[in-house]
């Protein structure tokens, strides 16, 4: 079974509609991908990478729009989750058993990537920098992640700005700022690397592209100026935990 272009078109429906009431929501996540990289769909297929749930990224201070916004279209809160759990997060069902995740301001699992003036520069999705970081902070990465990686960084190139180019400037900024972030994101990257190595499904030049793309990035990532703390940091590596623990908790204990 490959994707669900249900789904697909139900979250690119909701962010225009959104848009032309003055709100804004942008895709993340897999969806995103899919929809940002429209030269490769053979190859998500492929891959039978599965979308499986809707998700979002927005301003907090929208958040009340938002809530009525949705449930306009369909989907409610579920009654029996505690109000308040997810600070950052709100969770919507809807018919056959569809979901909706909102994530507001910034998305928090084992790093933190902030949202802050970033979701006006694309759409319906956040910036294909966010998209690849937001794949990248996963400490315990999974084949999918190495999989949405592989297909970004085959469709996209590295350069300077927004305009359908992952924005290595963003990156680079980002990592400087926190050396555990720095040290996942790397990490990943060398996993990809190997992941496309060892990928039958991938033509032998267009993984040799993929490793080109990551050394580029890792190039810029390295040029950036570092503070004394993060060198600090840097100085104490693995040994002392540098990442935040995040549980992986099944949509079937919220049903």
């Given at each position: 079974?490959?994707?669900d ?18 709100i804004?929501?942008?895709?993340l996540?897999?969806?995103a991908?899919r929809?940002h ?22 301003y ?12 306009e279209?369909?989907?409610?809160q ?9 600070v950052n997060?709100?969770i919507?069902e ?13 998305l ?6 902030s949202?802050g ?8 999705t ?11 902070q ?9 999989k949405?990686?592989?297909?970004t ?9 927004d ?5 290595s ?10 050396w ?22 991938l033509?032998?030049?267009d993984?040799g ?10 190039d810029?990532?390295e040029r950036?100026p570092?503070?004394?703390g993060?060198?600090m ?6 040994k002392?935990k540098?990442y935040?623990e ?6 079937a204990?919220?049903?």
């Open positions: 079974m490959g994707f272009d249900s789904l697909v078109n139900e979250a690119v429906k909701l962010a225009e509609n959104a848009e032309a009431s003055k804004i929501l942008r895709i996540g897999a969806t991908i929809l990289c429209p030269r490769n769909q053979k190859l998500f297929e492929t891959l039978d990478r599965k979308i499986t749930d809707i998700d979002f990224a927005a907090g201070k929208q958040k009340n729009a938002i809530t009525k916004f949705i449930s279209h369909g989907y409610k579920p009654q029996h989750l505690t109000i308040g759990a997810f997060r709100e919507f809807g018919p056959e058993g569809k979901h909706i995740d909102v994530f507001f301001d910034k928090e699992f084992c790093h933190t990537i949202f003036g970033r979701l006006e520069n694309d759409r319906p956040i910036p294909l920098s966010e998209l690849l970081l937001e794949k990248m996963i400490v315990q990465i999974n084949e999918k992640d190495l949405d990686t592989t297909v960084l085959l469709e996209h190139d590295i350069g300077n700005g305009n359908d180019i992952i924005n400037e963003m990156v680079a900024k980002t990592l400087a700022g926190e555990g972030f720095y040290y996942t994101v790397a990490v990943n990257l060398g996993k990809v690397k190997d992941f496309v190595g060892r990928s039958p499904w033509a032998q030049e993984a592209l993929v490793r080109a793309r990551i050394d580029k990035l890792l810029r990532i950036e570092k503070s004394m993060w060198k940091r840097a100085k104490v590596g693995p002392r540098w935040r995040v549980e992986e908790v099944d949509r204990e919220w049903l």
